[in-house]
């Protein structure tokens, strides 16, 4: 929260199971302003929690495709549709978690009320992008 600017920050999560050859909805809704950008989008083998746990990619998972996370940059809620193979329809190349015993998808996003990146104060825009980039976003 940047007091100063009046501009708040959060973030965000969503997580869930799919089963094999089925296809699973989950939404991302943020509690202030719109997405602003990803944190960790993965799915497959993955570990962590919404509740505290550290978010992690195991040895067979696939990162959320990058049209997924840039139609959800904006707006204040999202959902997701998961499948053995691809999220919202688009195909994650060379990817099948059929074969996976137990398949999650979790999302963590950085959400603001700012309209847009370039209004955040310097505070918030660093703290904001040291997170989104430590932790590899792409978006």
């Known amino acids: 929260v940047d007091t100063t600017s009046g501009v708040t ?4 999560c969503a997580q869930t199971d799919y089963p094999v050859a089925d296809t699973t909805h989950n939404t991302l809704t943020c509690s202030i302003g719109a997405i602003k950008c990803f944190v960790f989008a993965s799915f497959g083998k993955v570990g962590g929690s919404c509740g505290g ?29 998961i499948t053995d193979t691809a999220v919202n329809g688009v195909t994650v190349p060379d990817w099948d978690s059929s074969a996976l015993p137990a398949p999650k998808f979790k999302v963590l996003a950085v959400c603001s009320d700012a309209s847009s990146r370039f209004s955040w104060s310097f505070t918030l ?9 430590s932790h590899r976003s792409l978006f």
């Open 9 to 12: 920050a959060n973030v965000t």
């Open 53 to 81: 746990d550290s978010f992690y990619d195991d040895d067979t998972f696939a990162y959320m495709p990058a049209a997924v996370g840039s139609a959800a940059i904006g707006q204040t809620t999202y959902t997701f549709s």
């Open 125 to 133: 825009l660093l703290a904001s992008l040291l997170l989104c980039v």
